[in-house]
């Protein structure tokens, strides 16, 4: 019984690589594809705020898992991917509609240009093994063939991939604004 107790107390320490998640739009549809280096019996969000009107997962609302042997459910205050079987399968999918509504304390989901463009809050697609453990910064790659994406001030045709804490990226059919020192995207429908 001892022997079991510590083996699971040093699976639950050891290191566990972040995940791979690529993120695509195609038109209106919009999917994030997480790739597990190793097995997990869940994945928490690093950022599982509740939205503001509602007090309720918006992230349970409006994504949708689109593989067998795994859920997304709201555990302990947390949005989490839960196995149904002894581990999350190594690849998960997920349908999204990107959320607009507005968080308690922390970043909206997503901003709607009036042009179709969207601004995409990154930090919200970071999972974590659930627990005490640090909040990982996952590898994200975003899709958008035939788009432009503006990320950090850089423009980018079709994909880029980021390695860095959450930030906002745009996607759609950008014309932004450049000098040598900005790059800036103004929304037409904004008061003058």
């Known amino acids: 019984m001892l022997t079991s107790l510590l083996a699971a107390a040093a699976l639950a320490t050891r290191p566990v690589p972040a995940p791979d998640v690529t993120v695509t739009r195609e038109g209106e549809t919009w999917l994030a594809t997480y790739e597990f280096q190793a097995p997990q019996k869940a994945w928490a969000f690093n950022r599982s705020a509740l939205d503001r009107a509602t007090n309720e997962s918006w992230r349970v609302g409006s994504w949708a898992v689109l593989d067998d042997g795994v ?11 839960v196995a149904t079987g002894r581990a999350v399968p190594r690849t998960v999918r997920l349908r999204f509609t990107p ?8 970043y909206q989901p997503a901003l709607k240009f009036t042009d179709g463009t969207l601004a995409l809050f990154t930090g919200h697609f970071d999972l974590k093994p659930p627990g005490p453990r640090p909040a990982f910064i996952n590898n994200l790659t975003l899709r958008a063939p035939g788009e432009t994406i503006l990320v950090n001030g850089r423009l980018h045709e079709d994909e880029v991939t980021l390695t860095e804490q959450g930030t906002y990226a745009l996607i759609g059919d950008i014309e932004p604004i450049e000098t040598p020192h900005l790059v800036a995207i103004l929304d037409s429908a904004l008061p003058y």
């Open 99 to 106: 959320h607009r509504g507005v968080l308690n304390a922390d």
């Open 71 to 81: 859920e997304l459910r709201r555990v302990d205050g947390q949005d989490v991917l």
